[in-house]
């Protein structure tokens, strides 16, 4: 898998910031970062932000953007300076400092993205955390969570599996994600 990419996840945040007024609450970015990254890694073989999943109480986390996002990186780091040139924090919200920089992005992680808007922006966080809990890479974990409350890494292979909804984006023929799952982990271990 790819390194993460902590540049395309601040300009991912910023972009769903932008996208709904200049701010977003933090958790229902994560969860649409999530979004994205499962459906771009079906469609185009690899993640957005390269980030590891983690399956925890309030469903699936993008950890490493968690962690960026909570402080959780060295005051100096390369992630927390590009962090706060482009987004601020207020309360649970997270706001657009600077205009996004989409020199970061190919032309599928920006397709992926809109697609995810259009779909799922109209759900607040707890809806999206809920919704999550129906994946199977949640779902893995469910009795785990319930009884300890910890986190779970989650498992890539997961995130090839159907979830069959009203959208239709998780929805493929499994000949179609055998030959992207084969192809992620070609790459991967390239």
Avoid: C
């Avoid at 992926?112 to 922006?121: F, Q, S």
């Amino acid at each position: 898998m790819k390194a993460y990419n902590h540049k395309k996840a601040v300009q991912l945040i910023n972009y769903f910031a932008s996208y709904n007024q200049g701010a977003i609450n933090k958790m229902k970015a994560l969860k649409l970062i999530w979004l994205v990254n499962r459906l771009h890694l079906r469609k185009y073989v690899r993640t957005v932000t390269g980030d590891t999943h983690y399956a925890m109480e309030w469903g699936a986390v993008p950890s490493n953007t968690k962690n960026m996002i909570e402080g959780k990186t060295a005051a100096q780091s390369s992630e927390k300076l590009y962090f706060d040139q482009f987004l601020t924090l207020d309360g649970h919200n997270v706001k657009s400092a600077q205009e996004v920089n989409p020199k970061v992005f190919s032309e599928t992680d920006l397709e992926v993205a809109d697609e995810i808007l259009k779909h799922y922006n109209n759900l607040d966080q707890f809806e999206l955390a809920n919704y999550s809990h129906y994946f199977p890479e949640w779902k893995r974990f469910q009795e785990k969570i319930e009884k300890s409350g910890s986190s779970y890494k989650m498992d890539i292979n997961d995130f090839f599996e159907n979830y069959i909804d009203e959208t239709g984006l998780f929805n493929n023929s499994s000949e179609d994600l055998e030959i992207a799952r084969e192809l992620f982990f070609e790459s991967a271990n390239a």
